[in-house]
């Protein structure tokens, strides 16, 4: 006797107790609409359940419903193992904003002086400022400074102070007067970078016209232009310690050396990425450079050959390296402060940052480094660890409301120099303190300042204090 297998069928039951045959809509005609993640795996998820759920109904009609199998006992929990730590792994710091300024707008252009006293900034402000070092006080701003302000360089005698002045054209300054004696044209296009030979007698400028010009000093005649093809742009140069050589990096990837001054290519080097920046070592052994790619590269200057290669993720706009090359400090996506050791080139801090840093210049000394701010912020670390130190002030470009001193200092030469601090900064050395108070706030000071009205002479601490109305 054969078996009777069960048959099913699906009906669709009115409200008044007929029967109609059931209107079945495939599935695949369902899906067929456009859905997004979440769609999709909702849909998937209620076919799947409509599956398991006909398919259960006929075993429960037609066989034994099996014995529920015991419940496993849940695990106990354990304790997650920690993640991995990178041999380079280094320390994040953090760094607030400050609350005064240097400049009314960013600050794209730093140059220490050789004597390791003073150092200059160039913003988009249209000024020139000079600092002193360590304190950080105001000296002068120097006029008759206009165009967009990349960069300055100050020569290794310390006697001529140069700027990019109205976009294609170099400034000379004197120093320390700080008076112009001389506009060079000759770049079509805007001035990207400027340096001084060791010796003092040549001046390199970068253009966005594709050419680097080679200058001769004190004079500023126009001795050589080197030019790149209109295909790999020139976007970033240093000079060796020894002043023989000229590095540049293009943003095809190359390093070009030339022979210098004379310009005579000497060795070319290819490189992945689109080079930010380089720099030699004081040795004059090894160039460093970063690339758009985020890749810092380690190579031996006499052949090229690659020592390391670092992956930071990030593109490294800014390098500097301080005067004993044992360590160097990059600027990564215009935000974050990272120290290297150098050879190893191992990271050993990172300091985190809420405004863009444009630029970045190294004391002589090695003590000190200066970073400038988008916002027109001028900051003053210590060194060799990258410490926060404190936030320059000048009060031409603050508000009302801002805080501040001024000094008298009488210089090698026996000048008067004034400078300005923020309120509360410690007294130089030497120093006579003049609180210079805004409207709006009243001078105080300690028992050892005597105070008249809005004038004091203290040698300790000069604070200016808000008046409530």
């Not at 004034?418 to 050395?429: D, E, K």
């Not at 000069?462 to 008046?467: E, L, M, R």
């Amino acid at each position: 006797m054969k078996e009777a297998k069960p048959k099913f069928e699906l009906s669709r039951v009115n409200s008044d107790g007929t029967e109609e045959e059931a209107q079945i809509v495939p599935l695949t005609e369902a899906l067929k609409a456009k859905m997004n993640r979440r769609g999709f795996l909702g849909a998937g998820m209620t076919a799947a359940t409509a599956v398991l759920i006909l398919d259960g109904c006929s075993k429960r009609d037609y066989e034994p419903e099996p014995e529920p199998e015991p419940a496993e006992p849940e695990p106990e929990p354990v304790e997650p193992e920690p993640e991995p730590v990178e041999p380079n792994q280094a320390p994040v710091e953090s760094s607030d904003r400050c609350g005064i300024k240097a400049h009314s707008d960013s600050v794209p252009a730093l140059a220490m002086h050789p004597n390791g006293k003073m150092f200059f900034s160039g913003s988009f402000d249209n000024t020139i400022k000079i600092w002193s070092l360590p304190e950080g006080a105001h000296i002068k701003t120097l006029t008759g400074y206009y165009g967009m302000k990349n960069s300055l360089a100050v020569s290794p005698d310390g006697k001529q102070l140069f700027s990019e002045g109205y976009g294609n054209k170099v400034k000379i300054w004197s120093l320390p007067e700080g008076i112009l004696l001389k506009t060079l044209p000759g770049h079509e296009d805007l001035i990207l970078m400027l340096a001084v030979s060791p010796n003092s007698k040549w001046l390199v400028s970068l253009s966005l016209d594709n050419t680097i010009k080679i200058w001769s000093l004190p004079g500023g005649t126009l001795f050589k232009t080197l030019t790149g093809q209109t295909d790999d742009i020139i976007t970033a140069f240093a000079i060796t310690p020894d002043g023989t050589r000229l590095l540049a990096g293009k943003d095809d990837g190359r390093l070009v050396v030339w022979d210098f001054p004379e310009g005579t290519v000497r060795s070319t080097w290819d490189n992945a990425g689109k080079i930010l920046s380089l720099f030699v070592t004081p040795d004059g052994k090894k160039v460093v450079t970063a690339d758009s790619d985020g890749m810092i590269k380690l190579r031996n200057l006499s052949d090229g050959a690659v020592l390391k290669s670092l992956e930071t993720h990030e593109p490294i706009y800014s390098m500097a390296v301080t005067p004993d090359g044992s360590r160097f400090v990059s600027v990564s996506n215009y935000k974050n402060i990272k120290l290297w050791s150098l050879p190893d080139a191992t990271l050993i801090k990172t300091v985190e940052q809420e405004d863009y840093t444009e630029s970045m210049a190294i004391s002589p000394d090695g003590k000190w480094l200066v970073s400038g701010m988008y916002v027109g912020t001028i900051k003053l670390w210590d060194l060799p660890d990258v410490t926060y130190g404190n936030c320059l002030l000048d009060l031409e470009c603050m508000e009302d409301t801002a805080k501040g001193s001024t000094y008298n200092v009488t210089d090698e030469t026996g000048r008067t120099v004034t400078y300005t601090l923020p309120c509360g900064a410690p007294v130089p050395p030497g120093a006579t303190c003049r609180c210079n108070c805004v409207p709006g706030k009243i001078c105080t000071c300690n028992s050892q300042c005597p105070c008249q009205f809005n004038s004091c002479t203290c040698n300790k601490v000069c604070t200016c204090v808000p008046i409530y109305r």
